[in-house]
């Protein structure tokens, strides 16, 4: 069974750093592609960061340059570390296996002076 709990949210100053985990469980995080969502209010969710098994990422126009993705295998958790953060990136984010129905609860990110 396919788990995700994702942590490290938190409301930050606009120009700030977070770093979001999310712990797999069920499944072997490195054999998977995993995707960050984030979703405001009033708009639908968008993938902003992929990684796939092999290593390779992938990243949204709005944060390429700002966002990275990684992950720790030991730990079967999967990272994005924020930086440069802006008011336009408050959301909800969530981590996804890719060709899963699972979600985790997501972990709040509220980017307010």
């Known amino acids: 069974q396919v788990q995700l709990v994702e942590s490290g949210g938190g409301l930050v100053q606009p120009g700030g750093s977070l770093r979001l985990s999310c712990a797999g469980s069920?499944?072997?995080?490195?054999?998977?592609?995993m995707t960050w969502y984030r979703q405001s209010p009033g708009k639908a969710r968008e993938g902003v960061a992929t990684?796939?098994?092999?290593?390779?990422?992938f990243y949204a126009e709005s944060v390429k340059g700002r966002f990275t993705v990684s992950r720790d295998d030991s730990k079967n958790t999967l990272y994005l570390q924020m930086n440069l953060l802006k008011a336009e990136d408050t959301a909800v984010y969530y981590c996804?296996?890719?060709?899963?129905?699972?979600w985790g609860q997501g972990t709040q990110v509220t980017v307010s002076s």
């Open positions: 996804h296996k890719i060709g899963s129905t699972a």
């Open positions: 990684l796939a098994p092999g290593g390779a990422t």
């Open positions: 069920g499944f072997s995080l490195s054999e998977e592609t």
